[in-house]
């Protein structure tokens, strides 16, 4: 979830209520907030908000029904999960690859600080910002080409 979204904001309500049956449910029930942990989200893959996984033994699903109280009670007690296919190994928040996607989208978060050390605090023009990260990717191109 987003503390920005729209749509994260209107289940927020049910999650809270599903969190507090989730000890009679004999489940763990949490949230991410994607703006304080983006390597998270790039690990799940998170293009939407707000974005459900069911997680048991390693093996994630994607929940995508409805988010009344009851169709995720209903999910876990009725252990609907097992008809959901599971996510693709490659595709997997455990797996090699989404590992990288998490470093990506941590990456994209320093640069974006950078950026905004440089033309906040600094006080150096946007486009002087753009040329230094435009030199350091040829620099570090050239380094890593020898």
């Known amino acids: 979830y987003a503390p920005w979204c729209p749509a994260?904001?209107?289940?927020?309500?049910?999650?809270?209520?599903f969190a507090k049956e989730s000890e009679h449910l004999n489940i763990t029930v949490g949230k991410v907030d994607v703006t304080q942990e983006p390597g998270l989200s790039g690990r799940f893959f998170v293009t939407t908000l707000p974005t459900i996984y069911h997680a048991n033994d390693g093996v994630f699903r994607r929940y995508r029904g409805p988010r009344t109280l009851e169709d995720l009670q209903g999910y876990v007690l009725e252990r609907k999960w097992e008809a959901v296919e599971p996510v693709a190994g490659w595709k997997s928040p455990s797996s090699i690859m989404m590992h990288g996607m998490a470093g990506l989208f941590h990456l994209s978060?320093?640069?974006?600080?950078?950026?905004?050390?440089?033309?906040?605090?600094?006080?150096?023009?946007?486009w002087i910002s753009y040329a230094i990260f435009i030199l350091a990717t040829l620099l570090i191109g050239l380094f890593l080409g020898l």
């Open 109 to 126: 978060g320093w640069i974006r600080q950078i950026h905004s050390y440089l033309t906040g605090t600094l006080g150096i023009h946007v």
């Open 8 to 17: 994260c904001q209107q289940i927020e309500l049910t999650w809270e209520s």
